[in-house]
């Protein structure tokens, strides 16, 4: 079955710097790759979402890349803000309906000293 | 606008005892899913059910079952728990149809299994 590995396990960042995660995943049949905020005490969120058939998106200060050659995506934070800590999980996603798979990473503690 | 409840937030279980976690969606979602989250091994998938009656084993199964009698009802049944199933057990849920679906997370459950 599909397996992501996700790093770092921690990341400490001063405000404004940026940070990067990365993730690589097994199954090259993934097609979907989405990452999730989960601040202290709260339940998980998507955040930002790429598919198979794009190499880069972005949305304000957060983008993601996929290389499919390579089989890994990166989280990319800019300009980092306090608010921006929180753990962070990668995922990647194959089939649909009955055959439909998630599987996380095991997640990255992104603090981000003010 | 809350849209996937979990009942219980804490539980405090003996060995031994029949436990059940019970989550609630009212988006309409074909899918639903359970996950367990333990510190540094992330969020891993216990069973997933994409229709009524229907169930897909996850990673970890072990141990665990599952009920899905109505579409916005999804059980989690521990038979007989055990302390090395002390843990936060998220609910999610998602549209039917490709992985490149958006997970719904509820608020999770904490079980202390003593």
């Known amino acids: 079955g599909e397996n992501v590995e996700q790093h770092p396990s921690t990341l400490s960042v001063q405000e404004g710097d940026s940070a990067v995660i990365k993730c690589t995943y097994s199954?090259?049949?993934?097609?979907?790759f989405p990452w999730y905020k989960q601040e202290l005490g709260k339940r998980p969120r998507l955040i930002i979402d790429?598919?198979?058939?794009?190499g880069e998106k972005k949305d304000q200060r957060i983008a993601v890349t996929l290389n499919k050659t390579a089989k890994h995506f990166s989280l990319h934070i800019t300009e980092t803000q306090p608010e921006d800590s929180a753990v962070y999980f990668c995922a990647a996603s194959t089939g649909g309906g009955s055959n439909y798979k998630l599987t996380f990473g095991k997640g990255t503690l992104l603090t981000v000293n003010p | 606008d809350v849209k996937v409840t979990q009942s219980s937030r804490y539980l405090v279980k003996r060995t031994g005892e029949k436990v059940f976690l019970e989550c609630v969606q009212d988006m309409d979602h074909e899918n639903m899913f359970w996950y367990r989250q333990d510190p540094g091994l992330g969020l891993r998938l216990i069973y997933f059910?994409?229709?009524?009656?229907m169930k897909e084993k996850g990673d970890i199964p072990e141990g665990y079952s599952v009920s899905r009698e109505k579409k916005e009802r999804f059980s989690l049944i521990l038979e007989s728990a055990s302390t090395n199933q002390t843990s936060m057990y998220l609910c999610a849920s998602s549209l039917w149809g490709s992985g490149a679906n958006v997970l719904t997370f509820g608020a999770g459950s904490r079980l202390t299994v003593l």
């Open positions: 059910s994409y229709d009524v009656k």
């Open positions: 199954d090259s049949a993934s097609n979907y």
């Open positions: 790429i598919r198979s058939n794009v």
